[in-house]
Nanobody, 126 residues
Framework: QVQLVESGGGLVQAGGSLRLACASS????????MGWFRQAPGKEREFVAG????????YYADSAKGRFTISRDNAKNTVYLQMNSLKPEDTAVYYC???????????????????WGQGTQVTVSS
């Protein structure tokens, strides 16, 4: 059983930065694609960023491009999401996501995720 544990959420003013981390207990972490989704109140969970097994390929939602950076450290079984220039509309619960495959498909939907973290709240004040 793979466990994903997020950390790093919190309250920040607009324009500020946060760095989320997700530690995995899975033995196959280094061969698995990882990512981040988020869910705001009353909205569906949506893809934010993804990374291939080696870190060589990254994927971003349009809302995250240019502001967020996903990275991973396979030696530490950890994936990160650096979020800069945060906006109030980034407020949501952020979930770490793990796949059983090494990359993400073009669609990057919640149905492709095999493992979820418990979520960490990110609140951006205006």
């Amino acid at each position: 059983q793979v466990q994903l544990v997020e950390s790093g959420g919190g309250l920040v003013q607009a324009g500020g930065s946060l760095r989320l981390a997700c530690a995995s207990s899975g033995r196959t972490f280094s061969s698995s694609a990882m990512g981040w989704f988020r869910q705001a109140p009353g909205k569906e969970r949506e893809f934010v960023a993804g990374i291939s097994w080696s870190g060589g390929v990254t994927y971003y939602a349009d809302s995250a491009k240019g502001r967020f950076t996903i990275s991973r450290d396979n030696a530490k079984n950890t994936v990160y999401l650096q979020m800069n220039s945060l906006k109030p509309e980034d407020t949501a619960v952020y979930y770490c996501a793990g796949r059983r495959t090494s990359t993400w498909s073009q669609r990057k939907t919640v149905n492709e995720v095999a493992y979820w973290g418990q979520g960490t709240q990110v609140t951006v004040s205006s």
